[in-house]
């Protein structure tokens, strides 16, 4: 039974029989709730370049990227290499990362220093080309 209050003193009270639908009805899609787990360390970027084929990350794609998780073998992550963000592909075996670029080959970063800035948890693409 449902309680809808109406305006004024009364108030409406649904009764007869409950419809067999109700026990499949699901909440509306929400797709922030979906796809941001964390909002505070959520950030997006749009993938620029020819293309990271073996993960199907193509130009244009809008990357959702994740800091507070931690990268594991097989994972997209997100590198800060200098002032540029790179894509790039973790490996980790005996305690060694390796970064594999979109052949699949180990890549070695170009820079001294570089940081493992975020996974990326989802890749949204636009299938309607403007």
């Known amino acids: 039974m449902v309680n809808r209050r109406g305006k004024g003193k009364g108030r409406l009270i649904a009764t007869g029989f409950a419809s067999p639908a109700d026990d499949f009805l699901e909440r509306p899609l929400d797709l922030n709730s979906y796809i941001v ?36 073998s ?40 570089f940081e493992i800035w975020g996974v990326v948890t989802h890749i949204i693409r636009n299938l309607r080309h403007k």
């Open 74 to 113: 097989g994972d997209l992550v997100v590198v800060v290499c200098g002032d540029e963000f790179i894509l790039r592909e973790i490996k980790i075996k005996s305690r060694k990362i390796y970064l594999l670029s979109d052949t699949g080959l180990e890549d070695p970063v170009l820079c001294g220093n």
């Open 37 to 72: 787990k964390n909002p505070s360390a959520t950030f997006f970027f749009r993938y620029e370049g020819e293309g990271f084929d073996l993960r199907n990350v193509m130009n244009g794609d809008l990357l959702v990227v994740d800091r507070s998780l931690t990268p594991v």
